[in-house]
């Protein structure tokens, strides 16, 4: 049980266009979705929290307007990357917490790369 | 922000034991998670610790310090495929009870 997939796996775009990630947790409801992004040999910073139904919190230093996170479902979060860019390329990774566990489950992440 | 500091990396000998430290900032504490991660995969979990204490699980075994801010995670039997990074991640009495990992760890296994 708690899995957790994303799609896609990878995903190559073109500099200036917007790139949706998807997170879904196949065998349980969660309340609440984290996104993290991971660049090379570095560890995975948090970008934003969100819960189902409402406004995602994001970090400090993260721009909510190109990072747009929706949590329509107790099953469904996706990340869309705006007006991508170079510097937009790494690793994104979403986990996903159910109300009564203090585990989070992760996704096996979403490889962007941006040219 | 929470400063969670771990060394960057280490090397070991098969069969031999490690232990890869992590000191945290004890404001707004609930827990603390160790991960392994292969390159170019997601974190999987290794263990939690809320308590005091050494727990314990096969190989891997995690301690916690509350009144220190510091956890150990030690690796028994080193085995090739142990080599990777383990990421410390300090869990946050919020609401959301978000994760903030520490820069993790990269292991080396050598013959």
């Known amino acids: 049980g708690a899995v957790v997939s994303q799609h896609p796996s990878r995903v190559i775009c073109k500099s200036g266009t917007s790139v949706k990630i998807e997170c879904r947790s196949l065998?349980?409801?969660?309340?609440?979705m984290f996104w993290y992004r991971q660049f090379p040999k570095q560890s995975l910073m948090l970008m934003a929290t969100s819960n189902e139904g409402s406004k995602a919190t994001y970090e400090q230093g993260v721009e909510k307007d190109k990072f747009l996170i929706n949590h329509a479902s107790l099953t469904l979060s996706t990340l869309t990357v705006t007006s991508a860019h170079p510097e937009d390329s790494s690793f994104y990774i979403c986990s996903a917490r159910v109300e009564s566990s203090y585990e989070q489950y992760f996704g096996p992440g979403t490889r962007l790369t941006v040219t | 922000g929470q400063n969670i500091d771990q060394p960057t990396e280490m090397t070991a000998t098969e069969g031999a034991i490690v232990q890869i430290n992590c000191t945290y900032q004890t404001s707004g504490f609930n827990g603390l998670f160790w991960y392994q991660q292969h390159a170019g995969e997601a974190p999987t979990f290794l263990s939690y610790?809320?308590?005091?204490g050494l727990e314990e699980k096969g190989r891997f075994s995690s301690f916690l310090s509350r009144s220190k801010g510091y956890s150990y995670l030690l690796l028994k039997e080193l085995q090739m495929k142990d080599s990777a990074s383990y990421l410390c991640?300090?869990?946050?009495?919020?609401?959301?009870?978000?994760?903030?990992f520490g820069s993790g760890t990269r292991l080396l296994v050598r013959p």
């Open positions: 991640a300090e869990q946050l009495m919020d609401s959301s009870y978000k994760l903030i």
């Open positions: 065998d349980f409801q969660a309340t609440t």
């Open positions: 610790n809320v308590l005091d």
